[in-house]
């Protein structure tokens, strides 16, 4: 059982926009800033999205991050089947101190 | 260009110990800005972060209490790396392991090597 709550599974078709959901606590989310990773087969993770809205360089403007109080998105416009891959937030804990992190979303471009 | 390496075995046996290194190239180990850490990620469980250690005047250390009683993360000012050390691991401590570099996100992670816990 994951700290940080996400949806199991996701699905869009090419064209699409979709949202992945992050849902956490006062003690998290609600206290700190939100990270997201994609996870692709057999690779490291990327970072996607950091301090909830900001993108690396690099990331394509299609992805967009987004915090309202204890809980987080990730928006993915104009899906491309590349974008299918396993997507993980992250948030630092206070009270574990430590980071915890959603369980994942996979999502399937049909 | 932070770049982190990793090495180790990726079969250890059952109630033995994981030991893991990551060299850094491009940053410090004792940079005052950052943090190194350890994540793993296995099917069943995900990603979960284990531990990182930090510089800041003193040496830091924060694990996750999943594994506390387990863990130890050193780093090696020498040779500018960090390491894990998971003693009594399980079946269930099979996973890929990473390093990455913080502190508010990881940005820079190493290639991953996925440890095998089987006797």
């Known amino acids: 059982q994951s700290v940080l709550t996400q949806p199991p599974s996701a699905s869009g078709t090419p064209g699409q926009r979709v949202t992945i959901s992050c849902s956490g606590s006062s003690s998290n989310i609600g206290r700190d800033t939100v990270n997201w990773y994609q996870l692709l087969p057999g690779t490291a993770p990327k970072l996607l999205i950091y301090s909830n809205n900001q993108r690396p360089s690099g990331v394509p403007d299609r992805f967009s991050g987004s915090k309202s109080g204890t809980s987080a998105s990730l928006a993915i416009s104009g899906l491309q089947s590349e974008d299918e891959a396993h997507y993980y937030c992250a948030a630092w804990d206070g009270s574990l101190n430590g980071w915890v992190f959603g369980g994942g979303t996979k999502l399937t471009v049909l | 260009q932070v770049q982190l390496q990793q090495s180790g075995p990726g079969l250890v046996k059952p109630s033995q110990t994981l030991s893991l290194t990551c060299a850094i190239s491009?940053?410090?180990?004792?940079?005052?800005?950052?943090?190194w850490n350890w994540i793993r990620q296995s099917p069943s469980r995900g990603l979960e972060w284990l531990g990182r250690?930090?510089?800041?005047?003193?040496?830091?250390?924060d694990y996750a209490v999943s594994v506390k009683s387990r863990i130890t993360i050193n780093p090696d000012t020498s040779k500018n790396q960090f390491s894990l050390q998971l003693n009594s691991v399980t079946l269930d401590d099979t996973a890929v392991y990473y390093c990455?570099?913080?502190?508010?996100?990881?940005?820079?992670w190493g290639q991953g090597t996925l440890v095998t816990v089987s006797s």
């Open positions: 250690t930090y510089y800041r005047s003193k040496w830091y250390n």
């Open positions: 990455a570099r913080g502190p508010s996100y990881f940005r820079y």
């Open positions: 491009g940053d410090s180990v004792s940079s005052n800005s950052a943090a």
